[in-house]
């Protein structure tokens, strides 16, 4: 009696925690998705402060007026590097996401096996009226 309880409760534990796995894994590919995209816009916005601070090099050099545009061309800089700073801590999280995503679909499967293979977990079937 004493063993059956044991087992009951280990597989009432296992069957919450399949539960929490099966819970969080759609909310984790969901992030890993948006930081995806966000890693994607970053590379696009840094891709563009180049072009601009190239075009601006370009028209400093061309201008018969004296012009600086040293300043704006340091700005734009400096918001480049924080792009790729971001961008590297985006890269970080989205690498800790996956790893993340591939424990909780292991430790599912084997709890999915464990259970299968104590006979306490069967597939369900639709129960037909």
């Known amino acids: ?10 597989t009432g534990k296992d ?8 819970l969080l894994k759609p909310a984790i590919q969901q992030l890993d998705l948006h930081v995806h995209s966000v890693r994607e816009s970053q590379v696009e916005l840094r891709e563009h402060i180049d072009n601009l601070a190239t075009e601006l090099c370009r028209i400093n050099e061309h201008q018969k007026v004296a012009l600086d545009l040293d300043p704006y061309v340091k700005k734009l800089l400096n918001a480049r590097r924080r792009v790729v700073l971001v961008n590297n801590i985006l890269q970080n999280a989205q690498e800790r996401l996956r790893r993340l995503n591939h424990n909780v679909a292991k430790e599912t499967a084997r709890r999915k096996t464990m259970l299968e293979a104590s006979g306490v977990f069967t597939t369900r079937s639709p129960s037909k009226p």
């Open 15 to 22: 069957v919450i925690a399949e539960g929490l796995l099966d």
């Open 1 to 10: 009696m004493a063993a059956t309880a044991v087992v009951d409760a280990s």
